[in-house]
Antibody, heavy 120, light 108 residues
């Protein structure tokens, strides 16, 4: 069965960096684009970034202004989100999510999320 | 970017009630509208995709309709386990994907 498991969250000071990981299993990872979506405490969902199946295309939310980098390692069934120059407003649960097929831009599988808290 | 507006932001209804949640897009998105259910502390779950298609395993009391800019999610007969927050999401013009602000459904 499809599983997505995020890790790497924690408490970090403003201005510092953090790398999140998403471990995928139960499907052919290198045939799916993958996304990060975040949710600030008590708030709605915010799309963060997407990476194509072969890593050639990457897109980000404008609000991130180049601070975040999405990547993947298809040989390891892993996706990553490198977050630099973190700000308190980046505090959120970060989910990795998978669309059902190529060309779809909604999500049929989500991880359980990993909490990032940016605080001094 | 396409803005998604949900209403109401919250509602209370009784078991067995018919519940309707509305989502409006800032421009036409055809039927590229999806609905999710999220319970506290859990990841969202897909309910409806492309406006009216029920995702696998989702109870038939959930239905979606609409096209263009106006969409609805309907729960035909509310059950206690439907207490959750519901989000719409457009997948017409991406990136970015955008979500509505959510509708919290409470059971009276």
């Amino acid at each position: 069965q499809v599983q997505l498991v995020e890790s790497g969250g924690g408490v970090v000071q403003p201005g510092k960096s953090l790398r999140l990981s998403c471990a995928a299993s139960g499907f052919t990872f290198n045939t799916y684009a993958m996304h990060w979506v975040r949710q600030a405490p008590g708030k709605g969902l915010e799309w963060v970034a997407v990476i194509s199946s072969d890593e050639t295309n990457k897109y980000y939310a404008d609000s991130l202004k180049g601070r975040f980098t999405i990547s993947r390692d298809n040989s390891k069934y892993m996706m990553y989100l490198q977050m630099n120059s973190l700000r308190p407003e980046d505090t959120a649960v970060y989910y990795c999510a998978r669309p059902p097929n190529w060309g779809s831009h909604y999500f049929d599988y989500w991880g359980q999320g990993t909490l990032v808290t940016v605080s001094s | 970017d396409i803005q998604m507006t949900q209403s109401p932001s919250s509602l209370s209804a009784s078991v067995g009630d018919r519940v309707t949640i509305t989502c409006r897009a800032s421009q036409s998105i055809s039927t590229y509208l999806n609905w999710y259910q999220q319970k506290p502390g859990k990841a969202p779950k897909l309910l409806i995709y492309t406006a009216s298609n029920l995702h696998t395993g989702v109870p038939s009391r959930f239905s979606g309709s609409g096209s263009g800019t106006d969409f609805t999610l309907t729960i035909s007969s509310l059950r206690p386990e439907d207490s959750a927050t519901y989000f719409c999401q457009q997948s017409y013009r991406t990136p970015p994907l955008t979500f509505g602000g959510g509708t919290k459904v409470n059971i009276k």
